[in-house]
Protein backbone atom coordinates (compact mmCIF):
# COMPACT_ATOMS: atom_id res chain seq x y z
CA UNK A 1 0.00 0.00 0.00
CA UNK A 2 1.34 3.48 -0.78
CA UNK A 3 0.48 6.98 0.74
CA UNK A 4 -0.66 9.34 -0.49
CA UNK A 5 -1.30 13.16 -0.52
CA UNK A 6 -3.42 15.37 -2.69
CA UNK A 7 -3.63 18.99 -2.91
CA UNK A 8 -6.40 20.65 -4.60
CA UNK A 9 -8.91 18.68 -3.11
CA UNK A 10 -12.41 20.54 -3.45
CA UNK A 11 -12.18 21.15 -6.92
CA UNK A 12 -14.42 19.35 -10.00
CA UNK A 13 -11.60 16.62 -10.72
CA UNK A 14 -10.25 16.10 -7.59
CA UNK A 15 -12.92 12.60 -6.67
CA UNK A 16 -11.41 10.70 -9.66
CA UNK A 17 -8.43 10.85 -7.92
CA UNK A 18 -9.23 9.98 -4.80
CA UNK A 19 -11.17 7.25 -6.42
CA UNK A 20 -8.33 6.07 -8.01
CA UNK A 21 -6.08 5.72 -5.14
CA UNK A 22 -8.80 3.71 -3.21
CA UNK A 23 -9.73 1.40 -6.10
CA UNK A 24 -6.01 0.66 -6.76
CA UNK A 25 -5.76 -0.20 -2.83
CA UNK A 26 -3.52 2.57 -1.94
CA UNK A 27 -4.07 5.12 0.90
CA UNK A 28 -4.48 8.95 1.21
CA UNK A 29 -2.80 10.44 4.28
CA UNK A 30 -3.19 13.92 4.18
CA UNK A 31 -5.11 16.80 1.30
CA UNK A 32 -5.12 20.34 0.88
CA UNK A 33 -7.30 23.14 -0.30
CA UNK A 34 -7.89 26.66 0.58
CA UNK A 35 -11.44 25.59 0.28
CA UNK A 36 -12.94 23.40 2.86
CA UNK A 37 -16.07 22.05 1.04
CA UNK A 38 -14.26 18.36 0.70
CA UNK A 39 -16.88 16.34 1.81
CA UNK A 40 -16.72 14.15 -0.98
CA UNK A 41 -13.84 12.68 1.15
CA UNK A 42 -15.66 10.88 3.52
CA UNK A 43 -16.73 8.65 0.74
CA UNK A 44 -13.16 7.67 0.02
CA UNK A 45 -10.61 8.45 2.89
CA UNK A 46 -12.63 9.94 6.14
CA UNK A 47 -9.67 9.52 8.20
CA UNK A 48 -7.16 11.77 6.08
CA UNK A 49 -5.58 14.91 7.47
CA UNK A 50 -7.60 18.16 5.75
CA UNK A 51 -5.39 21.46 5.84
CA UNK A 52 -6.87 24.73 4.04
CA UNK A 53 -3.30 26.37 4.76
CA UNK A 54 -0.39 25.38 2.60
CA UNK A 55 1.85 26.03 5.53
CA UNK A 56 0.56 23.84 8.05
CA UNK A 57 -0.27 21.12 4.85
CA UNK A 58 3.81 21.72 4.52
CA UNK A 59 5.03 21.20 7.98
CA UNK A 60 2.17 18.03 8.69
CA UNK A 61 3.92 16.36 5.96
CA UNK A 62 7.29 17.40 7.00
CA UNK A 63 6.25 16.14 10.77
CA UNK A 64 5.15 12.64 9.31
CA UNK A 65 8.25 12.10 7.01
CA UNK A 66 10.98 13.18 9.95
CA UNK A 67 9.34 12.37 13.39
CA UNK A 68 7.05 9.66 12.27
CA UNK A 69 9.16 8.02 9.15
CA UNK A 70 6.25 7.65 7.30
CA UNK A 71 6.93 7.09 3.55
CA UNK A 72 4.78 9.57 1.64
CA UNK A 73 5.04 8.12 -2.36
CA UNK A 74 3.52 10.44 -4.52
CA UNK A 75 1.47 13.60 -4.49
CA UNK A 76 -1.50 13.89 -6.53
CA UNK A 77 -2.47 17.68 -7.87
CA UNK A 78 -5.30 18.57 -9.08
CA UNK A 79 -5.18 22.36 -8.57
CA UNK A 80 -5.39 25.57 -10.94
CA UNK A 81 -3.01 25.17 -13.94
CA UNK A 82 -0.74 27.75 -13.02
CA UNK A 83 0.23 26.27 -9.78
CA UNK A 84 1.13 22.75 -11.43
CA UNK A 85 4.51 23.73 -11.20
CA UNK A 86 4.87 24.96 -7.91
CA UNK A 87 3.24 21.99 -6.74
CA UNK A 88 5.09 19.02 -8.37
CA UNK A 89 8.08 21.08 -7.22
CA UNK A 90 6.71 20.79 -3.18
CA UNK A 91 6.05 17.03 -4.16
CA UNK A 92 9.44 16.38 -5.19
CA UNK A 93 11.52 18.14 -2.31
CA UNK A 94 9.45 15.64 -0.01
CA UNK A 95 10.99 12.83 -1.87
CA UNK A 96 7.54 12.06 -3.70
CA UNK A 97 6.55 11.61 -6.90
CA UNK A 98 4.49 14.03 -8.09
CA UNK A 99 0.78 12.65 -10.14
CA UNK A 100 -0.24 16.31 -11.95
CA UNK A 101 -3.62 16.78 -13.79
CA UNK A 102 -3.31 18.39 -17.21
CA UNK A 103 -1.90 20.87 -18.74
CA UNK A 104 1.19 19.69 -16.46
CA UNK A 105 2.13 23.03 -17.20
CA UNK A 106 1.96 26.55 -19.21
CA UNK A 107 5.16 26.59 -21.07
CA UNK A 108 7.55 23.88 -22.88
CA UNK A 109 10.42 25.90 -21.18
CA UNK A 110 8.74 24.58 -17.45
CA UNK A 111 9.22 21.28 -18.55
CA UNK A 112 13.14 21.60 -19.09
CA UNK A 113 13.12 22.95 -15.60
CA UNK A 114 11.62 20.16 -14.18
CA UNK A 115 13.55 17.56 -15.65
CA UNK A 116 16.55 19.11 -14.05
CA UNK A 117 14.39 19.05 -10.61
CA UNK A 118 13.59 15.16 -11.59
CA UNK A 119 17.46 14.43 -11.88
CA UNK A 120 18.16 16.48 -8.67
CA UNK A 121 15.84 14.59 -6.70
CA UNK A 122 16.20 10.92 -8.26
CA UNK A 123 11.70 11.27 -8.17
CA UNK A 124 9.45 10.94 -10.96
CA UNK A 125 6.82 13.58 -12.60
CA UNK A 126 3.80 11.54 -14.26
CA UNK A 127 0.70 13.44 -16.03
CA UNK A 128 -2.66 12.16 -16.47
CA UNK A 129 -3.20 11.63 -20.06
CA UNK A 130 -6.25 9.85 -20.17
CA UNK A 131 -7.39 9.70 -23.61
CA UNK A 132 -4.65 7.98 -24.36
CA UNK A 133 -5.90 4.93 -22.07
CA UNK A 134 -9.62 5.78 -23.49
CA UNK A 135 -10.48 2.68 -25.82
CA UNK A 136 -11.50 4.42 -28.46
CA UNK A 137 -8.94 6.58 -29.16
CA UNK A 138 -6.34 3.15 -28.36
CA UNK A 139 -7.97 1.47 -31.03
CA UNK A 140 -8.11 5.35 -33.66
CA UNK A 141 -4.12 4.65 -32.99
CA UNK A 142 -4.04 1.14 -33.77
CA UNK A 143 -5.81 1.71 -37.04
CA UNK A 144 -3.58 4.38 -38.20
CA UNK A 145 -0.22 2.95 -36.95
CA UNK A 146 -1.17 -0.45 -39.29
CA UNK A 147 -2.70 1.96 -41.91
CA UNK A 148 -1.46 3.30 -45.28
CA UNK A 149 2.49 4.87 -44.41
CA UNK A 150 1.98 8.00 -46.61
CA UNK A 151 -1.91 9.05 -46.16
CA UNK A 152 -2.39 12.15 -44.15
CA UNK A 153 -5.93 11.97 -42.76
CA UNK A 154 -8.99 14.87 -42.53
CA UNK A 155 -10.21 15.72 -38.86
CA UNK A 156 -12.67 18.21 -37.98
CA UNK A 157 -12.35 18.68 -33.64
CA UNK A 158 -15.57 20.07 -31.99
CA UNK A 159 -15.55 20.47 -28.30
CA UNK A 160 -18.60 23.09 -27.17
CA UNK A 161 -18.88 22.88 -23.34
CA UNK A 162 -20.89 25.76 -22.30
CA UNK A 163 -19.93 27.56 -19.10
CA UNK A 164 -21.81 30.45 -17.13
CA UNK A 165 -20.61 33.72 -15.90
CA UNK A 166 -19.00 31.98 -12.88
CA UNK A 167 -16.17 30.66 -15.56
CA UNK A 168 -14.87 34.55 -15.99
CA UNK A 169 -14.73 35.18 -12.17
CA UNK A 170 -12.99 32.28 -11.28
CA UNK A 171 -9.23 31.41 -12.13
CA UNK A 172 -9.92 29.67 -15.43
CA UNK A 173 -10.95 33.27 -16.94
CA UNK A 174 -7.80 34.46 -16.35
CA UNK A 175 -5.50 33.55 -19.04
CA UNK A 176 -2.49 34.15 -16.80
CA UNK A 177 -3.69 31.17 -14.49
CA UNK A 178 -5.52 29.01 -17.32
CA UNK A 179 -3.81 29.39 -20.68
CA UNK A 180 -6.91 30.56 -21.79
CA UNK A 181 -9.36 27.91 -23.79
CA UNK A 182 -7.16 26.02 -25.93
CA UNK A 183 -4.89 25.47 -22.77
CA UNK A 184 -8.03 24.63 -20.38
CA UNK A 185 -10.53 22.42 -22.16
CA UNK A 186 -8.31 21.71 -25.17
CA UNK A 187 -4.85 20.68 -24.38
CA UNK A 188 -5.65 17.26 -23.56
CA UNK A 189 -7.47 16.77 -27.71
CA UNK A 190 -4.36 18.03 -28.53
CA UNK A 191 -2.04 15.58 -26.75
CA UNK A 192 -3.84 12.68 -28.40
CA UNK A 193 -3.99 14.02 -31.71
CA UNK A 194 0.02 14.24 -31.12
CA UNK A 195 0.22 10.71 -29.73
CA UNK A 196 -1.85 9.52 -32.59
CA UNK A 197 -0.35 11.44 -35.85
CA UNK A 198 2.93 12.58 -35.21
CA UNK A 199 4.70 15.74 -35.03
CA UNK A 200 3.43 19.24 -35.71
CA UNK A 201 4.45 20.91 -38.97
CA UNK A 202 2.07 23.68 -39.39
CA UNK A 203 -0.11 26.11 -36.38
CA UNK A 204 -2.10 28.22 -37.17
CA UNK A 205 -5.30 30.30 -35.41
CA UNK A 206 -8.23 31.46 -36.80
CA UNK A 207 -9.78 33.23 -33.42
CA UNK A 208 -8.98 33.45 -30.14
CA UNK A 209 -11.19 35.39 -27.70
CA UNK A 210 -12.41 35.25 -24.09
CA UNK A 211 -15.48 32.62 -25.02
CA UNK A 212 -13.80 30.55 -28.16
CA UNK A 213 -10.76 29.26 -29.84
CA UNK A 214 -10.14 27.93 -33.27
CA UNK A 215 -7.43 26.83 -35.92
CA UNK A 216 -5.71 24.60 -38.10
CA UNK A 217 -3.23 21.94 -37.46
CA UNK A 218 -1.09 20.09 -39.57
CA UNK A 219 0.71 16.98 -38.57
CA UNK A 220 2.85 14.71 -40.14
CA UNK A 221 -0.62 12.15 -40.70
CA UNK A 222 -3.20 14.71 -40.28
CA UNK A 223 -4.62 17.87 -41.21
CA UNK A 224 -7.05 19.24 -38.55
CA UNK A 225 -9.58 22.23 -38.12
CA UNK A 226 -10.49 22.75 -34.70
CA UNK A 227 -12.78 24.36 -32.66
CA UNK A 228 -13.31 24.88 -28.84
CA UNK A 229 -15.79 27.19 -27.46
CA UNK A 230 -17.58 27.90 -23.68
CA UNK A 231 -20.38 29.76 -25.27
CA UNK A 232 -23.80 28.18 -25.07
CA UNK A 233 -25.08 30.27 -27.98
CA UNK A 234 -22.68 28.36 -30.25
CA UNK A 235 -24.01 25.01 -29.92
CA UNK A 236 -26.08 23.29 -32.51
CA UNK A 237 -29.99 23.89 -32.38
CA UNK A 238 -30.21 20.47 -32.56
CA UNK A 239 -28.16 19.35 -29.39
CA UNK A 240 -29.90 22.77 -27.85
CA UNK A 241 -33.05 21.42 -28.54
CA UNK A 242 -32.20 18.08 -26.25
CA UNK A 243 -31.63 20.08 -23.06
CA UNK A 244 -27.54 19.54 -23.62
CA UNK A 245 -25.36 22.05 -22.97
CA UNK A 246 -22.20 20.30 -24.71
CA UNK A 247 -21.27 18.87 -27.93
CA UNK A 248 -18.21 17.15 -29.07
CA UNK A 249 -17.19 15.60 -32.22
CA UNK A 250 -14.18 14.06 -33.64
CA UNK A 251 -14.54 12.88 -37.32
CA UNK A 252 -11.88 11.33 -39.12
CA UNK A 253 -12.35 11.11 -43.06
CA UNK A 254 -15.83 12.64 -42.35
CA UNK A 255 -16.61 9.26 -40.40
CA UNK A 256 -17.29 10.10 -36.62
CA UNK A 257 -15.39 8.48 -33.48
CA UNK A 258 -17.24 7.31 -31.16
CA UNK A 259 -15.94 8.36 -27.77
CA UNK A 260 -18.69 9.56 -25.81
CA UNK A 261 -18.48 7.04 -23.08
CA UNK A 262 -16.02 4.98 -21.19
CA UNK A 263 -14.73 8.36 -19.09
CA UNK A 264 -15.50 6.82 -15.78
CA UNK A 265 -12.42 4.50 -14.95
CA UNK A 266 -10.03 6.48 -16.60
CA UNK A 267 -8.02 8.07 -13.94
CA UNK A 268 -8.21 4.20 -11.88
CA UNK A 269 -6.34 3.10 -15.40
CA UNK A 270 -3.67 6.11 -15.17
CA UNK A 271 -2.82 5.49 -11.99
CA UNK A 272 -2.55 1.78 -12.51
CA UNK A 273 0.20 1.90 -15.20
CA UNK A 274 2.16 4.96 -13.09
CA UNK A 275 1.87 2.47 -9.87
CA UNK A 276 3.11 -0.55 -12.09
CA UNK A 277 5.86 2.26 -13.81
CA UNK A 278 4.52 2.49 -17.13
CA UNK A 279 2.51 6.14 -16.48
CA UNK A 280 3.23 9.57 -19.23
CA UNK A 281 6.27 11.43 -17.82
CA UNK A 282 7.15 15.16 -18.48
CA UNK A 283 8.00 14.70 -22.25
CA UNK A 284 5.00 13.03 -23.26
CA UNK A 285 3.00 16.29 -23.20
CA UNK A 286 5.50 18.39 -24.80
CA UNK A 287 4.18 18.98 -27.91
CA UNK A 288 0.51 19.56 -26.30
CA UNK A 289 2.21 22.54 -24.61
CA UNK A 290 4.07 23.79 -27.20
CA UNK A 291 0.72 24.04 -29.13
CA UNK A 292 -1.33 26.06 -26.62
CA UNK A 293 1.55 28.20 -25.88
CA UNK A 294 1.90 29.09 -29.59
CA UNK A 295 -2.17 29.38 -29.87
CA UNK A 296 -2.24 31.61 -26.83
CA UNK A 297 0.79 34.05 -28.80
CA UNK A 298 -0.50 33.87 -31.82
CA UNK A 299 -2.10 36.41 -34.24
CA UNK A 300 -5.20 35.08 -35.36
CA UNK A 301 -5.64 35.29 -38.46
CA UNK A 302 -10.08 34.99 -39.09
CA UNK A 303 -11.35 33.15 -41.82
CA UNK A 304 -8.72 32.73 -44.04
CA UNK A 305 -7.34 29.65 -45.28
CA UNK A 306 -7.98 26.06 -44.02
CA UNK A 307 -10.96 26.83 -41.28
CA UNK A 308 -13.42 25.43 -39.04
CA UNK A 309 -16.93 26.09 -39.82
CA UNK A 310 -17.86 27.18 -36.87
CA UNK A 311 -15.04 30.27 -37.12
CA UNK A 312 -17.97 32.06 -38.67
CA UNK A 313 -20.17 32.08 -35.84
CA UNK A 314 -20.48 36.09 -35.12
CA UNK A 315 -18.49 37.11 -32.00
CA UNK A 316 -20.08 38.32 -28.93
CA UNK A 317 -18.62 40.52 -26.34
CA UNK A 318 -17.56 39.43 -22.81
CA UNK A 319 -19.94 39.06 -20.60
CA UNK A 320 -18.50 41.59 -18.19
CA UNK A 321 -18.17 44.14 -20.93
CA UNK A 322 -21.01 46.62 -20.46
CA UNK A 323 -20.07 48.50 -23.21
CA UNK A 324 -20.77 48.16 -26.82
CA UNK A 325 -18.91 45.54 -29.25
Known amino acids: MKNFALIGASGYIAPRHMKAIKQTDNNLIAALDKFDS ?3 MDSYFPNADFFTEFERFDRH ?16 ICTPNYLHDAHIRFALRQGAD ?3 EKPLVLNPWNIDALAKIEKETNKKIYNILQLRVHPSIIALKNKIDNGPKDKVYNIDLTYLTSRGHWYYTSWKGDVSKSGGIATNIG ?15 QNVVHVNTHDRSA ?34 SITVEDEELEFS ?7 TISYEEILKGNGYGIEAPRQAIEIVHNVRHATPIGAKGEYHPFVLKPLVKHPFDRGVM
Open 187 to 201: VHFFDMLSWIFGDVK
Open 98 to 100: AIC
Open 215 to 248: GYLEFEKARVRWFLSINYDVLPDEIKAKGQRTFR
Open 38 to 40: VGI
Open 261 to 267: GGFTDLH
Open 61 to 76: ISKLIYEQQTTLDYVS
